[in-house]
């Protein structure tokens, strides 16, 4: 399969290309296009076989749920059950943008959308091609990350070219995605909201509406093998580039040290050895391959450069990267928790 490539304006995408995309969608192909989180792999979202082709192209678990996409507030109500009080209130808040709820779903969503559950992620995305996509379809659009499963996430149309160029239909190009990490995702189909995801509406946004909420255990620490993924990116290893990551953890006196230390002893072992650095400490590292991800003060940086860097790694041919951990608070929680997949939680404590 050959892979057709359009570029549009991303503030006033050309109607035509998009018709051309939108008929893929609707004969049951596959489109990758931006959001203002990454770019998703697009499927008709009512279609079983259809999104079985995303699992193939991408190599992903069959139980790993798919998010649903729709292009107006009129698109939710066919393919969920019911839109909890919860639900509301999020939506008035946050939508369109980067936010998927869980809801109950509707029977005409397949269980290969939902991983075998009875209920369905679904996000309004704020990005004006998505949204000019998913209308001028007409169907909810099944949207992963359009990325290898297990691979840093696409914030690019170059880095969906890269990934699955051969084994999709289309690559919308609408240039860089402004956020760069995945929607939060928040299970609003019980009684007291749980966080499955954080992202860029974070836990203290969503709790000014809503109350205090739950957080799944997944979010911060390595789930069991057993568990029962209610979202993407909750069970299997994710965003991870080809080279081992190792997160350094303590003082940030002593992580430097650490990590220059650890570069001696990979380098010595003829180790092509990477350091994820800050504009803060980028000029402290030695006989490493230094990436600057952002501005430690600016944690909205981090969150858009982060898996444009781990991409950088394998394409340096990085063996082991070494990184800096960030503060947890506000968007840092989102910034970890892709962190934490990407290294299986791997950490030195200094």
């Known amino acids: 399969m050959e892979t057709k490539i359009i570029k549009v304006d991303p503030e006033r995408p050309d109607k035509s290309a998009l018709e051309e995309a939108a008929r893929i969608l609707r004969a049951g192909g596959l489109v990758a296009f ?3 989180t990454v770019y998703g792999l697009g499927a008709n979202g009512l279609d079983a076989n259809a999104c079985k082709r995303i699992y193939e192209a991408k190599g992903r678990p069959s139980d790993n749920p798919l998010i649903l996409t729709i292009g107006d507030i009129s698109g939710l109500y066919p393919i969920v059950g019911r839109v909890t009080e919860n639900a509301e209130k ?15 779903k509707a029977d005409c969503v397949p269980m290969e959308v939902t991983g075998g559950l009875d209920t369905v992620a679904v996000r309004f995305p704020s990005n004006a091609v998505a949204r000019e996509l998913i209308k001028t379809a007409g169907i909810p659009v099944a ?69 205090e909420i739950d957080v799944d255990p997944a979010v911060y620490s390595k789930p069991s093998a057993d568990i029962v993924p209610k979202a993407p990116g909750m069970k299997y290893k994710h965003y991870s580039p080809a080279a081992k990551v190792i997160l350094v953890s303590g003082n940030l006196e002593n992580v430097v040290k650490t990590i220059n230390e650890k570069v001696s002893e990979d380098s010595a072992k003829g180790l092509k050895v990477g350091v994820m650095a800050t504009e803060q400490t980028k000029n402290r590292y030695t006989g490493a391959s230094v990436l600057v991800v952002g501005d430690r003060d600016k ?41 934490n997949k990407a290294a299986g939680f791997n950490y030195i404590y200094c």
């Open 34 to 36: 931006p959001t203002e």
């Open 143 to 211: 949207a992963p990350s359009a990325n290898s499963s297990g691979k840093p996430s696409p914030t690019r149309a170059s880095h969906v070219e890269f990934d699955l160029n051969g084994k999709i239909d289309m690559i919308i190009d609408g240039g860089p995605a402004d956020w760069g990490l995945e929607s939060t995702i928040l299970d609003v189909s019980v009684d007291r909201p749980v966080l499955l995801r954080p992202g860029a509406v974070t836990k203290e946004m969503i709790e000014e509406i809503v109350g």
């Open 299 to 339: 944690p909205e940086t981090i969150g858009a450069n982060l898996f444009k860097i781990l991409r950088k790694f394998d394409h340096i041919g990085a063996d082991v990267v070494y990184s800096e951990v960030f503060d947890e608070a506000g968007e840092g929680a989102a910034i970890m928790n892709r962190l």
């Open 90 to 104: 999020i939506i008035d808040a946050f939508w369109p943008g980067p936010i998927t709820l869980v809801l109950p």
